[in-house]
C-alpha cells in the first residue's frame, strides 16, 4: 500500500507561483505513475499532470507552458511547480499514484489564486 501526502498549498495573486509536494512512503516500488489532479467547486475531478516511472510526462492543455512536474527519487517526492497562476487555477489538488493493485490519493490541498 502506497500513502501520499501533498503540501504546499495556499493564497497567491494572479501571475505568481506555488510549488506542491507530494511525499510517498509505503511500497513505493509498487508505483508506476504518479500523478496531480484538481477539483474545482461544483465541477469534476480533472487531471492536471503525470509522470511515469520512466520519466514521462503528460500535462493538461490549459496547463502547458505554466505548470511543471518533477520528481526526486531520492525524497520519494513528486513535485508540481506552478507559474502564471490564473484564478481558474483555483481548486483542491490531489496527489495520485497509480500502483500494481490499485490507485492512491492523498488528502489534497488548497491552492486559491486571487487578488
Known amino acids: 500500500q502506497v500513502q501520499l501526502v501533498e503540501s504546499g498549498g495556499g493564497l497567491v495573486q494572479p501571475g505568481g507561483s506555488l510549488r506542491l509536494s507530494c511525499a510517498a512512503s509505503?511500497?513505493?516500488?509498487?508505483?508506476?505513475?504518479t500523478g496531480w489532479y484538481r477539483q474545482a467547486p461544483g465541477k469534476q475531478r480533472e487531471l492536471v499532470a503525470t509522470i511515469t516511472r520512466g520519466g514521462n510526462t503528460n500535462y493538461a492543455d490549459s496547463v502547458k507552458g505554466r505548470f511543471t512536474i518533477s520528481r526526486d527519487n531520492v525524497k520519494n517526492t513528486v513535485y508540481l511547480q506552478m507559474n502564471s497562476l490564473k484564478p481558474e487555477d483555483t481548486a483542491v489538488y490531489y496527489c495520485?499514484?497509480?500502483?500494481?493493485?490499485?490507485?492512491?490519493w492523498g488528502q489534497g490541498t488548497q491552492v486559491t489564486v486571487s487578488s
Open positions: 509505503g511500497s513505493i516500488f509498487t508505483i508506476s505513475s
Open positions: 495520485n499514484a497509480d500502483t500494481w493493485v490499485g490507485s492512491s
